[in-house]
């Protein structure tokens, strides 16, 4: 069973930033695509950013120009650089391949205003 493991999360300040780290065994860091989603409380999973095996990313419109995906594929974890946090940016933050292997623990992101 492949799981991928978060973490980096913590409380900050509106306006602060956060990195957020997933460690991935190497057969999935460096050859598939990843994910990272967010789940907010009372709501589904959702994609906040991906990142594929050549690089492009991709990001929802709500972390757009505030959050950064990249990959270190010689440390086979990819991060989620969070800057100018908001309050509606707290959740459980998760990683997870495309197409998708056992969910992990996530790691808790919470912004005070």
């Known amino acids: 069973q492949v799981q991928l493991e978060e973490s980096g999360g913590g409380l900050v300040q509106a306006g602060g930033s956060l990195r957020l780290s997933c460690a991935a065994p190497?057969?999935?860091?460096?050859?598939?695509?990843i994910g990272w989603y967010r789940r907010l409380v009372g709501k589904q999973r959702e994609l906040v950013a991906s990142?594929?095996?050549?690089?492009?990313?991709n990001y929802a419109h709500s972390v757009k120009g505030r959050f950064t995906i990249s990959r270190d594929n010689a440390k086979n974890t990819v991060y989620l650089q969070m800057n100018n946090l908001k309050p509606e940016d707290t959740a459980v933050y998760y990683c997870n391949a495309l197409p998708w292997e056992s969910w992990g623990q996530g790691t808790q992101v919470t912004v005070s205003s």
């Open positions: 190497r057969s999935i860091a460096s050859n598939r695509d």
């Open positions: 990142i594929s095996s050549i690089g492009y990313t």
